[in-house]
């Protein structure tokens, strides 16, 4: 029988590293298992890396991995102008299956200007820094050197390679960044039993930078 594990109501980073207490014992025993994100209403940059690098984690060592979705239509739509869903179709089972539901010719505000995109090359980091460029022209120059930056130190020298995802809103902008090369351990019990942290054992680490908007 799949084991289910309910994902917190705010996902981001502090609240991604409790949930892994939990989940760190469990996937020790099962080999399915459920993310149930039916009670999740928000959702950060961060929180959605961290969500994609645990299935990859696990889908790799031999686990079936299913994804219920929130229950927010919002939310939903969210995660789809982020790019979440093309990500996580390889890796999760999503249920029930997504139906698209923005329409191409609907305006949306430019929340995401560089949707949530795998990295591993020189020419990958070249295509995303293009892109940004494109979408936040002269506003975003501080935005996109960050950026160019980042996913360098990214792919070199290790290459282990990562997603990248930009978030721009009222706020400021948010650049986040999974990195397979940096890898932080995963509990397994209480107290200070960890998985090793060599790269079989490890979960990618996912930083977030929060830059002010240009004007």
């Known amino acids: 029988m799949p084991f289910e594990l309910i994902l917190p109501k705010i996902l981001d980073e502090p609240s991604f590293e409790s949930f892994l207490i939990q989940a760190g014992p469990v996937a020790q025993r099962q080999k399915t298992l459920i993310l149930e994100m039916g009670p999740v209403e928000t959702i950060d940059p961060g929180g959605m890396l961290s969500l994609l690098e645990l299935g990859n984690y696990l889908r790799l060592r031999g686990h079936r991995m299913l994804l219920h979705q929130p229950l927010s239509a919002d939310l939903q739509q969210y995660l789809e102008r982020a790019g979440f869903y093309a990500r996580a179709r390889p890796v999760y089972t999503v249920y029930p299956p997504y139906r698209k539901s923005i329409s191409p010719s609907q305006n949306w505000d430019d929340?995401?200007?560089?949707?949530?995109?795998?990295?591993?090359?020189?020419e990958d980091v070249a295509r995303a820094v293009e892109r940004l460029s494109k979408k936040m022209e002269r506003a975003g120059g501080t935005v996109v050197k960050r950026l160019s930056v980042l996913l360098t130190d990214l792919v070199e020298p290790s290459g282990a390679g990562g997603y990248a995802v930009v978030r721009s809103d009222s706020s400021g902008v948010a650049i986040a960044i999974s990195n397979r090369a940096v890898l932080r351990p995963i509990p397994i019990g209480e107290g200070p039993g960890l998985v090793e942290t060599g790269r079989p054992g490890g979960l990618a680490k996912v930083t977030t930078i929060v830059l002010p908007r240009e004007r």
């Open 111 to 122: 929340d995401f200007p560089l949707e949530i995109t795998p990295v591993a090359t020189r």
